[in-house]
């Protein structure tokens, strides 16, 4: 069974930084893309950002361009978030999942962790 387990999540003030990590395990974590969304109260969840399998390719949402990395170590079954420059409207759970193809499309990646708390005080 595949879980995918993250952690790092926490409360910090704008300006911050923060590094999420996602454990992978139960399926051969390097043939997989990886990908992390986000979700706000009352809002839908929306894609962050996405990791190709090798990791040659990286694709981000408009609104963390250039103050968010992905970032995966294939040995350690672990993909990564280092989040820069945290503003207010980056508070959400976000939520790392699996793909077997590397996409920005929620309904494409076959499973999701539980999610952390990312809260981000103005």
């Known amino acids: 069974q595949v879980q995918l387990v993250e952690s790092g999540g926490g409360l910090v003030q704008a300006g911050d930084s923060l590094t999420l990590s996602c454990v992978a395990s139960g399926r051969p974590f390097a043939g997989y893309a990886m990908g992390w969304f986000r979700q706000a109260p009352g809002k839908e969840r929306e894609f962050v950002t996405a990791i190709s399998w090798d990791p040659l390719q990286t694709y981000y949402a408009d609104s963390v361009k250039g103050r968010f990395t992905i970032s995966r170590h294939n040995v350690k079954n672990t993909v990564y978030l280092q989040m820069n420059s945290l503003k207010p409207d980056d508070t959400a759970v976000y939520y790392c999942?699996?793909?077997?193809?590397?996409?920005?499309?929620?309904?494409?990646?076959?499973?999701w962790g539980q999610g952390t708390q990312v809260t981000v005080s103005s």
């Open positions: 999942a699996t793909s077997p193809k590397f996409t920005a499309v929620a309904t494409l990646y076959d499973y």
